[in-house]
């Protein structure tokens, strides 16, 4: 990543999301917006979150670093090309995010949350890479119910930035093809976005290409907890069946053409699932890559896929 892009990375932590949605209009829809349309998005969803959170005063400021960064990932797009040797692509793919704090502190940057900003284009180049691959379905970990416990100035300018982002691209992200749905707990994100994101899916809900899961405000013990409530509730009412699986209350099966992943990559240097689809990933292939999440570039993303061809599926058998 050149010395030019660096600079760019503190906004990407809090960003991402928003940025992803950026990411994705600017890479899969690169002829919907010229280079300065896309720099005045930028500009009008950054200004957003500078009104919203009193303490993201400075983030207009960026406009520019992360338009010259969305270029970087625009020309490494454009001259990759998908290897001949990749026989077969995984039907869905689930991806953890992680590192882009990490990434932010190796480039000096006092806000942390500046990471989420280039971690959010990152994403929007590997969701055009993975829809041209072929992946009929791609669940992104963009927010656990756990990462509420950090600063209140990073949830803050994320919960800003998925919204932004999201009303900004929306006519973009409709004409993508893909089709956009939640995966997570409703209760504690605020109206504001929920609102958004039922727009969003509603909006796109009879495109026919990828489905993209966005788990936001996902974690696996809170949607085990809640289908146990909700089983109880239902025997209590006496509407349970005799016969019911546990796996028909979990949030996953509300998405329509759901299917358990076949693969799970995570980035970041770390080893573990961090409460990430316990129950639907029990069967998945985990494929653990060092790259924090700004520098996982498509080589790394077709390594994965290379990596998974590799195994032997058994299912229990």
Known sequence: MSSRSQPQSNLRMQIACM????????????????????????????????????????????????????????????????????????????LILDGDRRWSDEQNYQDRAYGYLFGALRLGQIMALAQKSGISQLTL??????NFRRPEHEVR????????????????LVDSNMRFRH?????????????????????????????????????????????????????????????????????SSS?????????????????RISNFLPLQSIYSEWVFRNELWPAFTPDVFIESLQEFNKRERRLGR
């Open 183 to 251: 995966l997570g707990r409703r209760q504690g994100l605020p109206k504001s976005l929920l609102d958004t994101l039922d727009v969003l899916t509603a909006t796109t809900a009879n495109n026919t290409g990828m489905r993209v899961n966005l788990a936001i405000n996902y974690g696996g013990t809170a949607e085990i907890e809640d289908a146990a409530k909700a089983i109880l509730k239902s025997y209590v009412d006496g509407t349970l069946p005799d016969q019911f699986r546990f796996n028909d209350y979990l949030y």
């Open 141 to 146: 970990y963009l927010f656990s119910t756990e």
């Open 19 to 94: 940025l992803i949605l950026h990411a994705l209009i600017s890479t899969c829809l690169a002829d919907s917006l010229s280079n300065d349309g896309y720099q005045v998005r930028i500009g009008q969803v950054l200004s957003g979150i500078a009104q919203s959170v009193s303490t993201a005063a400075q983030y207009p400021s960026m406009a520019l670093p992360l338009s010259r960064f969305k270029n970087h990932l625009q020309t490494e797009y454009d001259e990759f090309s998908i290897p001949k040797q990749l026989i077969s692509v995984p039907g869905h793919v689930a």
């Open 157 to 172: 300018v994320l919960m800003s930035l998925l919204e932004q982002s999201f009303q900004q691209f929306q006519d973009q």
């Open 255 to 271: 998405l329509d053409g759901w299917s358990n992943p076949d693969l799970v990559i995570r980035a970041g240097r770390e080893k």
